[in-house]
């Protein structure tokens, strides 16, 4: 049986159509496996680097305005559908599985001009444009927010990667903080938000250092690959440990009692899994969904909610410091993420994908 997963762009896409890689050969070695992918995007560093296959097709945008740029879509559109079509016939592709991005487009299309059946994954509340088509081209939608805006989507949670899903964070919490350096007996702080709009989240942070010193809090901050630091705080106790990029974010979500990022899909369902409370700071553009995936858990009790204009030292002082000073009350927000996350969506789906194909 061949599989051809097409997801590219951020790891938000990325990443689930890996784990559900991982998932299909955990339950049939025989899977051949062959991720489509564009050279703009993460997929290039990300799928290779866990041994799967990768074809490169053309990036083709899609304008949100009508623009110069839409009269070329149409001839590059074509371009992209022939590419793909192509990889499904060298392969022998028996089913085509789409998380969204830019690849997602030409590959939906392709399958249904080949006729192999096609599964649409959607992690956001809110689907991109993508997927809204595919989500057109077949009854096998899933995703991985109860109320995804799509017709006949089934809600099986977001695929994650077996190290993320099978963390036990109070086992592994002294191994993961030594890691980086860190204190064993300290309330620990992480702080990330990816590659991509990271500046508001950074700076406040770091401006909060001395502050969270002086109240004995240690500080995880992963900058983002594609960021840097306005500032560094100066050596000190407890340890601010300051990383552009962490490989192993189970072991960061071990070391940590409480997380400041972003609320992206991924972001949440892996927190959601593990059982970290987190405050989440939604990107302040985009079409909402970072919003809507913080609004869910924080009404469940599972983190905290703060706009980006509203972040700021100061409410990191006033809002973070009192819950991680609060064991007991960390053990409870814990306990409320714990409640909201899906650790079998990888599977879930893989079983659903092979029987689909077959």
């Known amino acids: ?78 371009g992209a559908i022939n590419a793909t079509a192509a990889i499904l016939d060298r392969v022998k592709a028996d089913v085509l599985v789409g998380f969204g991005g830019y690849v997602a487009t030409p590959a939906y299309l392709a399958a249904k001009r080949r006729g192999v059946p096609i599964v649409v994954h959607e992690a956001n509340p809110r689907p991109g444009l993508a997927n809204r088509l595919g989500a057109r081209l077949t009854d096998h939608v899933f995703s991985g927010f109860p109320d995804a805006a799509l017709p006949k989507a089934e809600f099986i949670g977001t695929p994650l990667r077996r190290e993320i899903v099978t963390l036990d964070r109070l086992s592994t919490g002294d191994k993961a903080r030594s890691w980086f350096g860190l204190e064993n007996d300290r309330p620990t702080l992480l702080v990330f938000g990816g590659s991509q709009g990271a500046r508001s989240i950074n700076e406040a942070a770091l401006a909060a250092a001395p502050a969270l010193r002086r109240a004995g809090i240690q500080v995880l901050h992963v ?36 997380a400041l990022c972003r609320s992206g899909a991924l972001s949440c369902a892996e927190l959601t899994a593990v059982g970290l409370p987190a405050a989440y700071v939604p990107l302040p553009y985009g079409n909402g969904e970072q919003r809507l995936n913080a609004e869910r858990i924080a009404a469940g009790g599972g983190g905290l909610l703060v706009d980006d204009a509203q972040l700021s030292p100061e409410w990191i002082i006033h809002n973070l410091l009192p819950i991680l000073r609060d064991p007991e009350r960390v053990a409870v927000m814990s306990e409320a993420a714990s409640r909201l996350g899906r650790k079998d969506a990888d599977i879930m789906l893989a079983r659903k994908v092979l029987e689909i194909a077959r």
Do not use: F, W
């Open 1 to 78: 049986m061949r599989v051809v997963l097409a997801g590219g762009g951020t790891a938000g896409h990325i990443e689930p159509a890996l784990a559900l890689a991982d998932a299909l050969r955990h339950l049939d070695r025989s899977v051949g496996i062959t991720c489509v992918g564009t050279e703009r995007g993460l997929e290039t560093r990300l799928v290779p680097a866990r041994g799967y296959e990768l074809e490169l097709v053309p990036a083709v945008p899609l304008p949100r305005a009508i623009t110069p740029s839409l009269l070329t879509v149409p001839g590059r559109l074509a």
């Open 223 to 258: 900058l983002g690959p594609k960021n840097t630091a306005p500032h560094e705080p100066p050596p000190g106790d407890p340890q601010y440990v300051l990383l552009p990029y962490v490989d192993r974010m189970d072991l960061a979500y071990a070391a940590a009692d409480l």
